[in-house]
């Protein structure tokens, strides 16, 4: 990527949303290994990539999508290890999809023999495949349109099971692969079965 090749950018700012760079063929240029220098660049920024090209700056979380990461995370750590057979990651780990977009879910679990039959450098960097198992939580600067859209995608780059949880309206929207998409009003839980057999996610600590 040459110098100076990221300074124009058309900027597609919202008032509630993730900042979004439409760089074009600079992006088209840019390779999977520049990017992965530029996010490097920009530590303390969250990154994503669409299979586009364009680039997207997340916002920083508030206290209360802190703390509901932070339980998400601690409960399905404990499942994971209790269970084994694969291995979670948090939201700061980005997924590069076989449609070309690098995409961080705030939650996400792969498969054991998927993970272990990547090279050392691919498990470096980006990871080249899409998660099994991949769960946003909408935060009140999240338009939930967007997160559906970025739901759909897990499932047809490979995801087997997706959550979309959304504390604002107390629903949360259950994707498989051709299966329509279920939406659970108010839940007391949700179950991963089969996929992440035995993880119950009780929503009383998501909901508060």
């Known amino acids: 990527m040459e110098r100076g090749s990221l300074m124009q950018p058309v900027l597609e700012p919202t008032v509630d949303d993730a900042l979004v ?7 088209q240029r840019m390779t999977d290994d520049e ?8 530590p303390d920024l969250r990154i994503e990539r669409t299979s586009e090209g364009d680039l997207i700056i997340m916002p920083p979380t508030g206290g ?3 703390h509901r990461n932070f339980t998400l995370g601690g409960l399905f750590f404990n499942w994971a290890v209790n269970d084994g057979t694969g291995f979670g990651f948090d939201s700061s780990t980005v997924f590069k999809l076989p449609n070309g977009a690098n ?10 023999e998927r993970w272990e039959a990547l090279i050392p450098d691919q498990r470096k960097k980006f990871p080249p495949l899409c998660p099994d198992f991949v769960l946003e939580l909408r935060s009140d600067s999240d338009r939930l349109a967007r997160l559906q859209s970025k739901m759909q995608e897990y499932i047809d780059n490979g995801a087997q099971l997706g959550w979309l949880i959304d504390p604002v309206q107390r629903k949360v929207w259950v994707y498989r692969p051709n299966i329509a998409v279920e939406c659970l ?3 007391v839980l949700v179950s991963g079965d ?10 009383e600590s998501i909901w508060r």
Do not use: I, K
Request: contains cysteine; charged residues 15%; neutral net charge.
């Open 21 to 27: 760079l439409h760089l074009g063929a600079v992006a």
């Open 35 to 42: 990017f992965f220098q530029f996010c490097m660049l920009h």
């Open 64 to 66: 209360d999508t802190g």
């Open 103 to 112: 995409r961080s879910p705030d939650v996400a679990w792969v498969r054991r």
């Open 185 to 187: 009003e108010n839940p």
């Open 194 to 203: 089969p996929v992440l057999p035995g993880f119950v996610l009780l929503l």
